[in-house]
C-alpha cells in the first residue's frame, strides 16, 4: 500500500489534486491511472481512501471515505541539538517519525557543533516517513533556538533531561516517566550540555534520567528516549 | 575518553601493541605519546587501562589495570534479512551495538532482496561502534545462511518473530518477553516473510509478537526489537 501527503485536504472536500511531486510519483514510477485507488493523508490525523480521476501531470482523485485516526493517548516531544554531522539527525528525523513522535525540537547549546539547521529538508525527511510508516499525523518540527529559550518554552507536564549517570544516580526514562503523559525530553549536543545548562534545565523542572549505561551518539540518545517513551505506552 | 580495540590480549598481558589502524589513530590523529594513558578493550569484557611505552608507527602499552565487565544479565539475539540498501542494515549494527545487544545474525528469505552480504565490513562497523559506546564486549556476528537453517538452529529460550498484527490480535515484545532471559528476534525482510516461513518459525516455536501499529522498514524494526529487550531488563 501507498499513502501520498496532501496538507491542504480537509475532511470537508469530496475531490482533491496530488501535490506535483506526489503526482509524478503517483503516475510514473507506480504507474496508476483513471479508476484505480489512492489513499492520501492530510497529516493530520485523516486518511482519505479515493479514487483516481485524472492521471497526467495533475492527478485528481474523488474521495470515498475518510478515515480518522485520533492522536496516540500521550505525546513525545524530543528536543535535541543539531549533529556536526547532517546525516545523523536526518536519521533520527527518519526513525523517530517512523516509530512514532509528536513533536521534534531543535535547539542550539553552548557546545553545540552546528547553529544552523534548514527545516525544509528535515520536514522532506519527515513526510516521507510518514508516509513509508503509513500514519496520518505529520509531528511538528520546531526551528532551531537557543537552549534558554527552549527550556523556558517547554509546557509538557513531564520534563526530562538526558546526562550519562556519573557520581550522581541516575534513573532510567522508562522508569521515571509515567504512562498516558505528555513528554518532553532535552538530549544534548555532542559536547554534552554545559554544567549551567544542566543547572537552567533541573532549574525548569527537568528531571534528570538515564538511557543505559553506554556513552551515545546523540541521534542515538534521541531515538532511543523516543522509544522508552513509546515502549512505557505499548 | 578513546577506546582502542586489541582482539589478541588476554588478562595475563603485562604489555601489548596496538594493531596498525588504532596505532595510527592513537599517535597520529589524537597526537597521544609515551607515557600517556591508553584504554584498550578486547571485546571480551576486559578493559586493559595501560601507558604508552613506544609511539611510532607501532604503538607499545604496558597494562596498569585490567577491568573486567560481566556480561549483561540478558542476551539479545537479532536475527535479520540483510536490506536491499546496505547503508541502512549498516546504520542498524552500529545503532544496535551502541545501545547493546549481544548477536546478530543473518538469514536469507524467500523475499529477501539481498543474498550475499560481507561480514568484514560489517565487524569494522560493530568494532567502531563498541569503542564509540565505550564498551569492552564486542557482540557475535553470523554470516547469513538460509532461513530455515536459522530457525533450526536457534537456541535462545525466548524466541519471537516480529509480525505486523493483520487480523490476528499480535502482543508487543515488551509485553510478551520476560525480564532476564536470553532472547532471540525474527525480523524479515522488506519483502515480509511468506506464510511459510511464519509457519516454520512458530513451529520452532518462535512467538508472533508486534512493534507497535506502524508498518517499520526492516532495520527500523530491528533495532526496535533490540531496544524494547534493553528496556524490558533496564
Partial sequence: MHLFY????????????????????????????????????????????????KADKHCA??????????????????????????????????????????????????HSERRILKLERIEKIAVAAMKQSLQAWLPKLDEAIP???????????????????????????????TPTGQYAVLIGPEGDFSASELQQATQAGFQMVTLGPNRLRTETAALSACQALNFLNQ
Fill in 147 to 177: 537552549f534558554a529559550k527552549l527550556v523556558a518554552s517547554v509546557s509538557e507536564s513531564q520534563r526530562f533531561v538526558a546526562h550519562l549517570p556519573e557520581n550522581v544516580p541516575t534513573q532510567p526514562l522508562i522508569r521515571t516517566a
Fill in 61 to 110: 482523485f474523488r474521495v470515498q471515505t475518510v478515515i480518522e485516526t485520533p492522536p496516540r493517548p500521550f505525546a513525545v516531544r524530543i528536543c535535541v541539538a543539531p549533529t556536526k554531522n547532517l546525516d545523523r539527525i536526518e536519521w533520527f528525523i527518519e526513525k523517530a517519525v517512523e516509530l512514532g513522535i509528536e513533536r521534534i525540537s531543535f535547539f542550539v547549546g553552548q
Fill in 6 to 53: 496532501q496538507p491542504t485536504l480537509t475532511p470537508a472536500d469530496a475531490a482533491g489534486l496530488l501535490t506535483d511531486e506526489d503526482a509524478r510519483h503517483a503516475t510514473r514510477t507506480l504507474r496508476l491511472g483513471v479508476g484505480d485507488a489512492l489513499s492520501v493523508t492530510d497529516g493530520r490525523g485523516n486518511r482519505y481512501d479515493s479514487v483516481i480521476t
